[in-house]
């Protein structure tokens, strides 16, 4: 039974199977390093099902493909592009091929899918590893396939974060979105501001304990992230946003007084006091720190709902900070108001007004909040989350095409589409469990498969399907009524 989510570009079906046994082993054809950390990653997961140890060999020459999974990015057709893939299995042996990297790390992850869902279950149960004859071509749609988990209004544990970061790989999804500081918390260690953790990391949403990463354990997950080809994108938000920073330092507000910590819900009421020169400061030290840690190309500024004055000036000003660390900005729609570079982005989510003039030669990421937004409620029953954006069932979650959103964009200036869990009512790894699946899936699908192949009839059986591997995950998953489970 072959059924894949994100569905790839073309799957023709073979006859009979191969099966995995104890003398099974993973080749690795040339032996370079991203070869082996797929290799590596494929034999743990069939480790964790089988209970016996599985080889990883390199250099096919002397040992042949057969009974063998073979992984190679030798000789492959540079039509695959830097992500996509070729997967053959057939009754003798199994072989992912790639012509790079990241391509070999997503043909693992059909494999993985090929299997039956018991690989996911980390308990030991010795089911019978088939995988069903196939020759799979596949290849993304859009390059940015994101997802974005809040931190701050309520905070997650390194161990959580990456766990997240695994649901993400095994959609192909390429892009973490970290929201690292808000009113409610700031939630990473600079060093040249330390009280922005210290104090402004020590409480959440509804008052709880909050917390912080010190850099130490935020490039833990950066490189976590990285052996999964997912790029880490932080988000520092300002100019608004910014209670927990005003909280920690009194010389950034308008009135040199340090507010009180924020634990509740409200948007819009707080902002850097953007003249001062000790605001430039800060500026300049946190996205210096920031710049240092992030191997990726792009630092998000947030930019959203901001009641300052100097807005525009404010968004030139921290684009002219961002390049001089030879990053580029990303910035939430308000930011289109200002001067960008043609190198700069803007994550599309709410406001259609701010963009009618300015579609032209910029880059977008879309995140509509009323069909990408993880914390809007399934329907009027459902308990967590909010419902400003509206209801988002499965099909709602769906049924859209990221091209056709706003009017003056197309497949061109489009980088691919984000989805996004913001944690103001999402206090547990249930809580993140529930509101992101079975959601993430089909964002993941949207941003991987040609809009032309995609059906919801299709997809919403494929779902059903994949819900039993949902379970074997441990996922607790909203069983929506427009889903025909098992
Ligand atoms: C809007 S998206 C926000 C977030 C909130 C979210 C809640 C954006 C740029 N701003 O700050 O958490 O709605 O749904």
């Given at each position: ?145 994101g997802a974005l988990l809040d931190v701050a209004r309520h905070f997650f544990s390194v161990q959580e974060v990456k766990r997240f970061i695994d649901?993400m ?6 892009r973490f979105h970290i929201h690292l500081t808000d009113?409610?918390g700031w939630r990473i260690m600079i060093h040249s501001w330390p009280n922005l953790a210290l104090?402004g990391g020590r409480?959440q ?5 909050g917390g912080y990463y010190t850099q130490a354990e935020y490039s833990e997950i950066v490189m976590y992230a990285q052996k999964r080809?997912i790029i880490v994108v932080p988000e520092i938000d ?6 927990a920073a005003?909280?920690s ?36 030290d946190v996205i210096r720190e920031i710049c240092s840690l992030t191997p990726g190309q792009y630092i998000h500024i947030g ?19 961002v390049?001089?660390n030879?990053k580029?900005?990303i ?92 944690t ?63």
């Amino acid at each position: 039974m072959i059924n894949l989510i994100p569905l790839p570009d073309s799957i023709m079906p073979g006859k009979g199977v191969f099966t995995i046994t104890p003398s099974t082993i993973i080749i690795i054809d040339s032996g370079i390093n991203a070869e082996l950390e797929s290799g590596q990653f494929l034999a743990s997961k069939l480790q964790d099902a089988t209970g016996y140890p599985v080889r990883i060999r390199t250099a096919l020459d002397e040992q042949s493909m057969q009974g063998n999974i073979v992984l190679t990015i030798r000789d492959a057709d540079h039509i695959l592009g830097e992500e996509g893939y070729e997967l053959t299995a057939a009754e003798n042996f199994v072989q992912v091929k790639a012509y790079r990297p990241a391509g070999l790390f997503w043909g693992i992850q059909t494999l993985r899918q090929l299997l039956p869902p018991a690989v996911e279950n980390q308990v030991v149960h010795r089911a019978r590893l088939e995988i069903p004859a196939v020759v799979i071509m596949d290849y993304p749609r859009f390059a940015w396939r994101g997802a974005l988990l809040d931190v701050a209004r309520h905070f997650f544990s390194v161990q959580e974060v990456k766990r997240f970061i695994d649901w993400m790989a095994l959609y192909k999804m390429n892009r973490f979105h970290i929201h690292l500081t808000d009113d409610q918390g700031w939630r990473i260690m600079i060093h040249s501001w330390p009280n922005l953790a210290l104090h402004g990391g020590r409480t959440q949403t509804g008052g709880g304990q909050g917390g912080y990463y010190t850099q130490a354990e935020y490039s833990e997950i950066v490189m976590y992230a990285q052996k999964r080809h997912i790029i880490v994108v932080p988000e520092i938000d300002m100019p608004g946003h910014t209670n927990a920073a005003l909280a920690s330092y009194a010389e950034l507000n308008y009135n040199g007084i340090a507010p009180l910590p924020y634990t509740g819900i409200e948007v819009g009421f707080s902002t850097l006091c953007i003249e001062k020169k000790s605001t430039k400061k800060f500026i300049e030290d946190v996205i210096r720190e920031i710049c240092s840690l992030t191997p990726g190309q792009y630092i998000h500024i947030g930019g959203d709902e901001a009641p300052a004055a100097d807005y525009i000036r404010f968004i030139d000003y921290v684009q002219s900070v961002v390049h001089a660390n030879d990053k580029h900005l990303i910035g939430w729609g308000e930011a289109a108001q200002a001067h960008l570079l043609s190198s700069s982005v803007i994550q599309y989510w709410n406001d259609r007004k701010a963009f009618v003039m300015n579609t032209q030669n910029k880059k977008f990421i879309m995140s509509p909040a009323s069909k990408v937004y993880m914390d809007m409620k399934y329907d009027s029953s459902t308990l967590l989350g909010q419902d400003w954006a509206g209801y988002i069932e499965i099909r709602d979650a769906y049924n859209w095409d990221p091209a056709s959103e706003i009017a003056g964009t197309s497949e061109n200036n489009i980088l691919g589409l984000e989805a996004a869990l913001w944690t103001e009512t999402i206090r547990t790894m249930p809580d993140i469990e529930y509101m992101t699946f079975p959601r993430l899936p089909g964002y993941a699908e949207i941003a991987w498969t040609q809009q032309s192949k995609r059906k919801w009839d299709d997809y919403r059986i494929r779902l059903a399907q994949h819900g039993t591997r949902l379970t074997e995950m441990g996922i607790n998953f909203y069983r929506s009524s427009q889903v025909p489970w098992k």
